[in-house]
T-cell receptor, first 111, second 108 residues
Framework: NAGVTQTPKFRVLKTGQSMTLLCAQD?????MYWYRQDPGMGLRLIHY???????AKGEVPDGYNVSRLKKQNFLLGLESAAPSQTSVYFC??????????FGSGTRLTVV | GIQVEQSPPDLILQEGANSTLRCNFS?????LQWFHQNPWGQLINLFY???GTKQNGRLSATTVATERYSLLYISSSQTTDSGVYFC??????????FGAGTRLFVKA
């Protein structure tokens, strides 16, 4: 019962580099989300998806892009990383009648 | 947008003690969740509770949507209860807003 799996768990990028974070869920959930968590703060929604092939902006979408080509996968891309994007990134999935299941997080440092 | 306030911000308990965490929100919501983030950063969904009362072992939660608050009760606290407790609310669509959390430390 893997639930929600995020890869990688850790990454260090140089300013201007690009990368993609992968989120995979095996619960057949319709909805998927990407959040970022900064020290001492709650979680802020970056982008979300209501189903395969659809995405929408959250609270802090600038500098990120997402894709959901398959129902079970939700990708978060950083095209040109900036130090302000240093954070812990969490993916989550949910259904209509249940709350979120979170992945274990990706700790990203941009130097 | 909707405001979510959690209290207290920090809480220290002796093992075995009981506690109540509060979540106030500024507008009507159609869903509310409580999460526990353990010291290793893992986020666990405790309750999905847009209204009413639910219990799971030593934890229970009550949401009074008409009065715009929710309470999380922890009874007979254990050291493994330490971490941060987040309340998160949704007002429609899928934009769920998180509170800043209550940081709990349970002493042995």
């Amino acid at each position: 019962n893997a639930g929600v799996t995020q890869t990688p768990k850790f990454r260090v990028l140089k300013t201007g580099q690009s990368m993609t974070l992968l989120c995979a869920q095996d619960m057949n959930h319709e909805y998927m989300y990407w959040y970022r968590q900064d020290p001492g703060m709650g979680l802020r929604l970056i982008h979300y998806s209501v189903g395969e092939g659809t995405t929408a902006k959250g609270e802090v979408p600038d500098g990120y892009n997402v894709s959901r080509l398959k129902k079970q996968n939700f990708l978060l891309g950083l095209e040109s990383a900036a130090p302000s994007q240093t954070s812990v990134y969490f993916c989550a999935s949910s259904s209509n009648s249940a709350g979120y299941t979170f992945g274990s997080g990706t700790r990203l440092t941009v130097v | 947008g909707i405001q979510v306030e959690q209290s207290p911000p920090d809480l220290i308990l002796q093992e075995g003690a009981n506690s109540t965490l509060r979540c106030n929100f500024s507008d009507s919501v159609n869903n509310l969740q409580w999460f526990h983030q353990n010291p290793w950063g893992q986020l666990i969904n405790l309750f999905y509770i847009p209204s009413g009362t639910k219990q799971n072992g030593r934890l229970s939660a009550t949401t009074v949507a008409t009065e715009r608050y929710s309470l999380l009760y922890i009874s007979s606290s254990q050291t493994t209860d330490s971490g941060v407790y987040f309340c998160a609310v949704g007002t429609g669509g899928l934009k769920t807003i998180f509170g800043a959390g209550t940081r709990l430390f349970v002493k042995a």
